[in-house]
Antibody, heavy 116, light 112 residues
Framework: EVQLVESGGGLVKPGGSLRLSCAASGFTFSSFTMNWVRQAPGKGLEWVSS????????YYADSVKGRFTISRDNAKNSLYLQMNSLRAEDTAVYYC?????????WGQGTLVTVSS | DVVMTQSPLSLPVTLGQPASISCRSS???????????LNWFQQRPGLSPRRLIYKVSNRDSGVPDRFSGSGSGTDFTLKISRVEAEDVGVYYCMQGTHWPRAFGQGTRLEIK
């Protein structure tokens, strides 16, 4: 059974940093592109970043480019999102999602709140 | 960047009746490999999103056959043949052809 479990969310002050993790199981993690998608409270879905299976291709939404860094460790079946220079508008539930013709499996999400 | 526009944004439906959601993209979603990467997701209240349809019309495993997707180029539709109570939630289209990936605004389906 495919499982994606995010962790690392919490309350952080504007300008601060946070590192999200996503632990994957139930599939060959190293064979799939992985993604981060976020959802601000009461709002729609926003794609954040994608990383190819071997980390050779990485993409970011303009809203996070230069502040967020996606990475993965295929030996640990883990996906990461390093978030720096956080802003109030980054407050959201962050989901990791596997990519098979788009986002076929999603985690339960982790809440990031940016507030002073 | 590609902009995805859904309509309606709110959809009250009587149980057992059909429902239809439209999704339009600002540019063609036909990829250079010949595929069209248009997807539909359902998000029930309080839950993570779940993919229903990929590549316009392919249902994911476990998705009831009352859900169907159609369309081409820039115009796409999600249809529910007979709405059930468990279908309440928000539906999103998403394009996976171009970078950056883009979702529609979401359509909230409720029971009338």
């Amino acid at each position: 059974e495919v499982q994606l479990v995010e962790s690392g969310g919490g309350l952080v002050k504007p300008g601060g940093s946070l590192r999200l993790s996503c632990a994957a199981s139930g599939f060959t993690f190293s064979s799939f592109t992985m993604n981060w998608v976020r959802q601000a409270p009461g709002k729609g879905l926003e794609w954040v970043s994608s990383i190819s299976s071997g980390s050779s291709s990485i993409y970011y939404a303009d809203s996070v480019k230069g502040r967020f860094t996606i990475s993965r460790d295929n030996a640990k079946n883990s996906l990461y999102l390093q978030m720096n220079s956080l802003r109030a508008e980054d407050t959201a539930v962050y989901y990791c999602a596997r990519d098979y013709y788009s986002f076929d499996y999603w985690g339960q999400g982790t809440l990031v709140t940016v507030s002073s | 960047d590609v902009v995805m526009t859904q309509s309606p944004l709110s959809l009250p439906v009587t149980l057992g009746q059909p429902a239809s959601i439209s999704c339009r993209s600002s540019q063609s979603l036909v990829h250079g490999d010949g595929n069209t990467y248009l997807n539909w997701f359902q998000q029930r209240p309080g839950l993570s999103p779940r993919r229903l349809i990929y590549k316009v019309s392919n249902r994911d495993s476990g998705v009831p056959d009352r859900f169907s997707g159609s369309g081409s180029g820039t115009d796409f539709t999600l249809k529910i043949s007979r709405v059930e109570a468990e279908d309440v939630g928000v539906y999103y289209c998403m394009q996976g052809t171009h970078w950056p990936r883009a979702f529609g605004q979401g359509t909230r389906l409720e029971i009338k």
